[in-house]
């Protein structure tokens, strides 16, 4: 179920936002128009088409992504209190398994993204972190309410949470980790999901 809802948010993340109107901060929306417009030559790149391009194609993903999410805070966010207690490679270690989880379970699926429409709700902005409300309207005819949560990290604004109809990514994968760590520990966690990208 939580990938359904997520799905809808991950596809308008990497490609919708480029299309956002001139309605909220420009701080925020210019500098995603420009990292997302990568993401969308990328997508309607010919050279990239195919089942046979499809590594370089998800490469080229990837690579794009590193411009519209902030992965080590997303991280931290899913990991929650257990963050702390890490060392600094071990939380380098995390973050890119993090992202490595993320990528295998959503990214692969954007190119499934066809054009579906945008409707933005609103926006607010305090001090360093801005949330960008948004309606995702489906194939079907039905709206998807999509919050991003996002921080300015070296004068760019980055997504570190998408909430998809009150559905926070980072706090259900935050509830599935602190499962598994209070029943075991942080290394059978680490341990579990380096079995799941292998």
Do not use: C
Request: charged share 30%; no cysteine; aromatic share 8%.
């Amino acid at each position: 179920m939580i990938r359904r809802l997520i799905l809808p948010g991950m596809l308008a993340a990497l490609v919708a936002l480029a299309g956002a109107s001139g309605g909220f901060a420009a701080s925020v929306t210019d500098q995603l128009k420009l990292q997302i417009a990568r993401v969308i030559r990328t997508l309607e790149d010919p050279a990239l088409k195919g089942s046979t391009k499809a590594q370089e194609r998800h490469r080229a993903l990837r690579e794009a992504t590193e411009e519209v999410f902030d992965w080590a805070e997303m991280a931290r966010r899913a990991l929650g209190g257990h963050w702390d207690g890490r060392s600094g490679a071990e939380r380098a270690e995390f973050t890119a398994l993090f992202r490595g989880l993320i990528e295998r379970a959503y990214l692969s699926k954007v190119e499934r993204y066809s054009g579906e429409p945008i409707r933005y709700a609103g926006e607010s902005a305090e001090g360093e972190h801005a949330v960008v409300r948004t309606r995702l309207v489906t194939r079907q005819g039905q709206e998807v309410a999509i919050d991003y949560r996002m921080s300015r990290q070296n004068e760019r604004w980055l997504i570190n949470d998408m909430v998809v109809e009150g559905v926070s990514l980072t706090a259900n994968y935050r509830a599935q980790f602190n499962e598994i760590i209070r029943t075991s520990s942080y290394e059978e966690l680490v341990r579990k999901i380096r079995t799941r990208l292998s």
